[in-house]
């Protein structure tokens, strides 16, 4: 690896430092996320100003020191949700990038192109379709889950081996049960057919086709209920930007 490295990534972190500078977090295209020290970004006259907001989408070169990255260079591509006044959409957005703060390693190369895909599409979505916001969250909670290794088997039932059209998602499983043999104490998540339809449809999608379908408002909640909980529990951990998300 090369003292001075380029990438192509989203910003999905920024904190000050000091006046005038930030450190950031940016995903990549093919290296994870890295965390790098941007000197005087925090000016507006800074040639990195406008690069290093969160949400904003663009090139970057990072020269590798020996304990930290430095963004020496950045152009921006584009940015998100900058102009929007909705709450709702920028909480989501904060939380979908602090979920990849914590699940994406640091320059891991598995599977970035596509999370970063993942992202942008969910950034998109928010800020020029008309989608259901629920629709847009338990589908980038489940489809990210899958890319970092969390799969749920959801094609037939984990105890008899069934294929089922309804059934009962068990989180801490990761896997679906079928009504005869969802019994006992497990936890679990009830998944109407239009509801199971829906997942097995995230998690085997081309990409540009995630946010492709419709379903009823209570076959929504199923759904993102199923979803929310399959993060919270696999990973063991809950999120400030989830917290106020659903305090809107």
């Given at each position: 690896?090369?003292?001075?490295?380029?990438?192509?990534?989203?910003?999905?972190?920024?904190?000050?430092?000091?006046?005038?500078?930030?450190?950031?977090?940016?995903?990549?295209?093919?290296?994870?996320?890295?965390?790098?020290?941007?000197?005087?970004?925090?000016?507006?006259?800074?040639?990195?100003?406008?690069?290093?907001?969160?949400f904003t989408y663009g090139d970057f070169v990072f020269y590798r020191g020996r304990d930290k990255y430095i963004?020496?260079?950045?152009?921006?591509?584009?940015?998100?949700?900058?102009?929007?006044?909705?709450?709702?959409?920028?909480?989501?957005?904060?939380?979908?990038?602090?979920?990849?703060?914590?699940?994406?390693?640091?320059?891991?190369?598995?599977?970035?192109?596509?999370?970063?895909?993942?992202?942008?599409?969910?950034m998109y979505a928010l800020e020029n379709t008309d989608k259901p916001v629920k629709l847009i969250k338990a589908s980038f909670e489940l489809r990210m889950m899958a890319l970092i290794g969390y799969r749920?088997?959801?094609?037939?039932?984990?105890?008899?081996?069934?294929?089922?059209?309804?059934?009962?998602?068990?989180?801490?499983?990761?896997?679906?049960?079928?009504?005869?043999?969802?019994?006992?104490?497990?936890?679990?998540?009830?998944?109407?057919?239009?509801?199971?339809?829906?997942?097995?449809?995230?998690?085997?999608?081309?990409?540009?086709?995630?946010?492709?379908?419709?379903?009823?408002?209570?076959?929504?909640?199923?759904?993102?209920?199923?979803?929310?909980?399959?993060?919270?529990?696999?990973?063991?951990?809950?999120?400030?930007?989830?917290?106020?998300?659903?305090?809107?």
């Amino acid at each position: 690896m090369t003292a001075q490295e380029k990438h192509r990534g989203l910003v999905i972190r920024e904190s000050d430092v000091g006046e005038a500078d930030r450190i950031v977090t940016v995903l990549t295209d093919n290296s994870g996320v890295i965390r790098a020290f941007a000197r005087g970004s925090k000016k507006i006259k800074s040639r990195l100003f406008s690069t290093t907001r969160i949400f904003t989408y663009g090139d970057f070169v990072f020269y590798r020191g020996r304990d930290k990255y430095i963004i020496t260079e950045g152009r921006r591509i584009t940015g998100f949700l900058s102009k929007t006044t909705d709450i709702v959409h920028i909480a989501l957005a904060q939380y979908m990038c602090e979920l990849c703060c914590f699940a994406v390693p640091q320059e891991h190369a598995e599977s970035g192109d596509e999370i970063l895909r993942l992202v942008l599409n969910a950034m998109y979505a928010l800020e020029n379709t008309d989608k259901p916001v629920k629709l847009i969250k338990a589908s980038f909670e489940l489809r990210m889950m899958a890319l970092i290794g969390y799969r749920p088997e959801v094609s037939f039932c984990g105890e008899c081996g069934v294929e089922t059209a309804a059934a009962v998602f068990i989180p801490a499983e990761g896997r679906i049960l079928c009504a005869e043999c969802a019994v006992g104490p497990a936890a679990g998540v009830k998944l109407g057919p239009a509801a199971l339809a829906a997942v097995r449809h995230v998690l085997s999608c081309d990409m540009k086709q995630l946010f492709a379908y419709i379903v009823s408002e209570e076959s929504l909640n199923e759904m993102a209920s199923a979803a929310e909980a399959y993060v919270t529990v696999q990973l063991e951990r809950g999120f400030k930007t989830l917290d106020f998300f659903h305090s809107l």
